[in-house]
């Protein structure tokens, strides 16, 4: 059986509110894509929990093993050398990457700073601020408008970087990717560009207790304001998702699924591609909000098949203040602009104004145009170590880090799915979260303490914050061992 609903027309703009281009079937006193899927539903009420059981059969968790070949052999041997020692990240020595980073050399409390807080924000490399300076320096100009030669460079830059980053998460073009601040502006403009438009009073939001606030409150903004609900998707007790709950979340009248792929708080990775096909099986869109898993695993948002994905640049070894939307080029097309401005219209007058198409119709006002052409340099960067080797030594060190933590008197672990990425939350018997990120950063080491702006999953385990040390490729397993060392101190 195919699915009830198409979905070319289920989210054709001439289907919008507002009637945009005035083939509402309601306008005819017919029944609408929604109407005729409800009223199907209940001719064929097996046939949704049908779809939803056969791909929760057909996920399975796959880990892959700490010791396989191509790794960097991370083992207490290594780490004894408290340092990068002979460590490499794919081809490329871990010493020669640290010093990549003029940050890593500095010292805190007389004390090298280790950088154990990648979840809040990354470090950036020579060649990300090098590329800025000379952008300052040789290439500044607004984009797009100018006649003149700098107008020129700084526009072949900044659709450069669009054009690597369309490449880096296998977007099918340039034109599916949209520049935005960061990965929170990019899910407030699907909120309000894509899924405001479609709701009505008593549809419905799935997504995940796993999410930052920054995947929550722009939903309930958008519900508060249309009369929709939030359904939230429950994780069993290491913090997994529970795929046929999550299907369970989803009837007639769900509209739009948002997931974090790699959760902050806790390192959970979402199976986001079996999620999106659930969602997509029930004729619903999805967004992934990529914010934690874009630095820590290779991203193909084609193979995702997830309508949209954000992330920000400050997350990978990129600038602050410059992020991405990638959106499919339909849904892109039958989003409303939700900015408007200069660079985003083809045509103004004072009756009507005519939108560019996607991207720019999203990119109203000047951009960060050195913050793209930074991001883009830092995708150069990992692109050139290679993703696949970054998640690799990513995952021994996380791993490395699991085994140390556990030995530490009093220490629990929060989060312990089998599939993890980055982050190392814990709470520390007898101890503040305060108190243990000011321990720890009187020995140099930075990590977060409080509640990572994801209350809800905290709560979900009894916690109202945690500490989270969190992890990037540069880290050694050497910085480990201080981390844990340090704890052990201060648990006896
Ligand atoms: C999972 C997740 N989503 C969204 C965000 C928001 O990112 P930004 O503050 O860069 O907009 C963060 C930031 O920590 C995050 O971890």
Same mark, same amino acid.
């Given at each position: 059986?195919?699915?009830?609903? %198409? ?34 539903? %209940? ?60 940050i890593? *050399?500095?010292?805190v409390? +007389?004390?090298?700073l280790v950088w154990l807080d990648n979840a809040a924000t990354t470090q ?29 460079? *700084? ?17 099918? +073009? ?9 990965a ?26 796993l999410?930052h606030h920054a995947?929550?409150?722009?939903? !309930? ?39 974090t792929?790699v959760s902050n708080a806790i390192g ?23 914010a934690q %898993?874009?630095s820590h695993?290779?991203?193909?948002? %084609?193979?995702?098949?997830?309508? =949209?994905?954000?992330?920000s640049?400050h997350k990978?070894?990129?600038?602050n ?12 097309? *039958? ?14 007058? =004072?009756?009507?104004?005519?939108? !560019? ?10 951009? *960060? ?29 996380l791993?490395?880090g699991?085994?140390?933590l ?5 220490l629990?672990l929060v989060g312990?799915?089998?599939?993890k990425a980055g982050v190392l939350s814990f709470v520390l018997? +007898?101890h503040s979260n305060e108190e243990v990120g000011h321990y720890l950063n009187r020995a140099g080491i930075a990590v977060r303490a409080g509640h990572h702006c994801a209350q809800?999953i905290l709560?979900?385990f009894?916690y109202e914050g945690t500490v989270r040390p969190s992890l990037a490729?540069?880290n050694?397993?050497?910085e480990i061992?201080?981390l844990?060392?340090s704890l052990?101190?201060l648990?006896?």
């Amino acid at each position: 059986m195919t699915t009830i609903t %198409s979905e070319a027309a289920a989210f054709n703009s001439e289907n919008m509110p507002g009637g945009w281009g005035g083939s509402d079937p309601a306008s005819y006193g017919l029944p609408g894509e929604r109407e005729l899927a409800a009223i199907a539903s %209940s001719y064929f009420p097996e046939f949704y929990p049908d779809r939803a059981k056969e791909l929760v059969r057909a996920y399975r968790p796959v880990v892959a093993p700490a010791d396989r070949p191509g790794g960097a052999g991370i083992a207490p041997a290594a780490a004894a050398q408290n340092g990068a020692g002979a460590l490499s990240v794919g081809e490329e020595p871990l010493e020669k990457i640290r010093a990549d980073f003029p940050i890593l *050399s500095e010292r805190v409390n +007389g004390k090298p700073l280790v950088w154990l807080d990648n979840a809040a924000t990354t470090q950036k490399p020579r060649q990300v601020i090098d590329r800025i300076s000379y952008y300052y320096a040789l290439e500044n100009s607004n984009v797009h408008r100018g006649a003149h030669e700098l107008a020129a460079r *700084s526009t072949d830059a900044y659709e450069a970087s669009r054009d690597k980053t369309a490449r880096f998460i296998g977007a099918p +073009g340039p034109e599916n990717i949209v520049f935005v601040r960061g990965a929170t502006e990019g899910l407030n403009l699907v909120a309000n560009a894509y899924v405001k438009p479609l709701l009505r009073p008593g549809d419905e939001i799935v997504l995940t207790i796993l999410e930052h606030h920054a995947n929550i409150v722009p939903w !309930q903004l958008v519900a508060e304001e249309t009369g929709a609900l939030i359904r939230a998707a429950p994780v069993d007790d290491d913090g997994q998702i529970i795929l046929s709950e999550y299907a369970r979340l989803f009837n007639v009248n769900t509209r739009f699924a948002s997931i974090t792929h790699v959760s902050n708080a806790i390192g959970t990775i979402a199976p986001v591609r079996e999620m999106t096909a659930i969602a997509h099986g029930f004729g619903v869109r999805t967004c992934v909000d990529g914010a934690q %898993s874009i630095s820590h695993m290779p991203v193909d948002v %084609s193979s995702l098949d997830a309508d =949209f994905f954000v992330f920000s640049g400050h997350k990978i070894f990129g600038p602050n203040g410059i992020g991405v939307v990638y959106g499919k080029s339909d849904a892109l097309d *039958s989003a409303r602009p939700w900015q408007g401005g200069g660079n985003m219209i083809a045509d103004v007058t =004072f009756e009507r104004t005519a939108y !560019q198409r996607a991207p720019q119709k999203f990119e109203a006002g000047t951009g *960060s145009i050195a913050d793209a052409v930074g991001l883009g340099a830092a995708l150069d960067y990992v692109s050139r170590i290679g993703m696949e080797n970054i998640a690799r030594y990513e995952r021994e060190l996380l791993e490395y880090g699991t085994r140390g933590l556990k030995g530490v008197p009093g220490l629990t672990l929060v989060g312990t799915a089998a599939q993890k990425a980055g982050v190392l939350s814990f709470v520390l018997d +007898g101890h503040s979260n305060e108190e243990v990120g000011h321990y720890l950063n009187r020995a140099g080491i930075a990590v977060r303490a409080g509640h990572h702006c994801a209350q809800p999953i905290l709560r979900r385990f009894g916690y109202e914050g945690t500490v989270r040390p969190s992890l990037a490729f540069y880290n050694t397993p050497g910085e480990i061992d201080l981390l844990v060392s340090s704890l052990r101190e201060l648990a006896r």
